[in-house]
């Protein structure tokens, strides 16, 4: 069962993607419903987390950023399950909710680049990702957004009928030398194949 203010949050997007901007979903046979998932995808637009979250039938896990939270915008945000980060200054406090929520059984959307991007290309993946899919072993399901971008860019508060292509990959776990990977330089490069997996859709 879902909480009322994800539901009606849920209901409002779902219809919008299908009747304003035609979503077309590819790979659908590939999405995980059950258990703990780190779903990885490239960040196109504020469009898409719920864009994600429209792929599932029940409630997923947000991150959106902390200034966000700030007056009626808190309670909304959480009620849709959000979990806030400082994206300027990113701490393990975040870090450590989002893999205690994996370890809980939920399934958290991340975009590993950490910012939308301002051109149209993906970017490098923070290490953040990296360390997050070691410490919480979760299966890990890549996500590529195509249009999300021709529909709402960064900057701009118009929003554009364009149409949005989600393509879901197959799901992986990491390798056992990669789950017993140790510092920053480690989890860069757990981070840089989650990326390149997903870039690879």
């Given amino acids: 069962m879902m909480n009322w203010v994800y539901w009606v949050s849920w209901m409002t997007f779902r219809c919008a993607y299908r009747s304003l901007f ?25 469009l898409d987390p719920p864009l994600i979250g429209s792929l599932y039938n029940d409630e997923i896990d947000y991150l ?7 007056g009626i915008g ?14 300027d200054h990113p701490d393990m406090a975040s870090l450590k909710t989002i893999i205690h929520r994996l370890r809980d059984g939920n399934r958290v959307v991340v975009f ?19 360390l997050v899919a070691v410490k919480s072993g979760a299966l890990i399901q890549p996500v590529r957004i195509c249009g ?3 529909a709402l860019p960064r900057g701009s508060s118009r929003l554009r009928f364009a ?7 197959p799901p992986f776990r ?8 140790k510092g920053r330089e480690d989890y860069q490069r757990i981070a840089d194949r989650i990326m390149d997996t997903v870039k690879a859709l």
């Fill in 174 to 181: 990491l390798t056992a030398a990669e789950s017993a990977a």
């Fill in 22 to 46: 035609g979503c077309r979903i590819i790979g659908r046979e590939h999405l995980v419903t059950d258990g703990p998932v780190l779903i990885a995808a490239n960040h196109e637009s504020f």
């Fill in 74 to 87: 808190g309670p909304l945000l959480r009620g849709c399950n959000c979990i806030p980060v400082d994206q």
């Fill in 64 to 70: 959106a950023r902390k200034t966000l939270f700030k």
């Fill in 148 to 150: 999300a971008r021709d």
């Fill in 163 to 169: 149409r949005i292509t989600v393509t879901i990959g």
């Fill in 112 to 130: 590993p680049e950490g910012s939308r991007t301002l051109d149209g290309t993906i970017g490098r993946a923070q290490p953040g990702i990296g």
